[in-house]
C-alpha cells in the first residue's frame, strides 16, 4: 500500500520548483553582449539618406550613349566630337527630342569633376534624362589605397 512521509512530501517539493538562476545569468551575457555590441554596428556620421525605388527598365531599341574615354575625348555612340559640339551632335542624334534618355559612360580614369562637366552641359542643353553607365559586379568594390606602398 501506498504511503506517503513527511520527508517524501519535502523532497517533491523542493523538485517542482524552478532554478531560475542560471537563466538570469544567461540573461545578464546576452544583455551585456547587446549593449556592447549595438553602438560598434552604427556609423558615426549621421546622414539621411533618401530612399531608392529603382527598378531594372526596359532598354531602349536605340540607346544614345555618350562616351568619356581615359584621355577625356568625347564620343556619341562611335563618332567622336568636341566637347563644344556635344548639345548640337545630341540635338542631331535625337532629332530635338529632349526627354530622350541618355546614357554616359565614363572610364574609371576620368576625374569626377570631369564627368560633372559633362552632366552640367547635358543640364544646360535641356537632357534630364541621363543614365549612368557601370559594370555590374558581384564582388565587394576595393577601396581606393591611401598612397604609394612603403618599402
Known amino acids: 500500500m501506498a504511503m506517503q512521509t513527511r520527508e517524501h512530501d519535502d523532497d517533491d517539493a ?3 520548483e524552478i532554478n531560475i538562476t542560471p ?3 544567461v540573461m545578464l ?3 551585456i553582449i547587446f549593449m556592447v555590441a549595438a553602438p560598434l554596428s552604427t556609423v ?3 546622414v539621411d539618406l533618401p530612399v531608392s525605388e529603382a527598378r531594372p527598365e526596359k532598354r531602349p531599341d ?3 550613349f555618350v562616351t ?3 584621355d577625356l575625348t568625347l564620343a556619341i555612340g562611335n563618332d567622336p566630337i568636341t566637347r563644344e559640339g556635344l548639345v548640337q551632335a545630341i540635338d542631331v542624334a535625337t ?3 529632349r526627354d530622350t534618355r541618355i546614357f554616359v559612360r565614363a572610364d574609371k580614369a576620368v576625374p569626377y569633376g570631369e564627368l560633372m562637366t559633362i552632366l552640367n552641359k547635358l543640364r544646360i542643353g535641356g537632357y534630364l534624362k541621363v543614365a549612368l553607365v557601370g559594370l ?3 564582388g565587394a568594390v576595393e577601396p581606393p589605397s591611401p598612397g604609394p606602398a612603403k618599402p
Open 14 to 16: 523542493e523538485l517542482s
Open 68 to 70: 568619356i574615354k581615359p
Open 23 to 25: 537563466f538570469i545569468d
Open 44 to 46: 558615426d556620421v549621421p
Open 95 to 97: 532629332v530635338l527630342k
Open 62 to 64: 536605340k540607346p544614345l
Open 29 to 31: 551575457v546576452l544583455l
Open 136 to 138: 555590374e559586379g558581384t
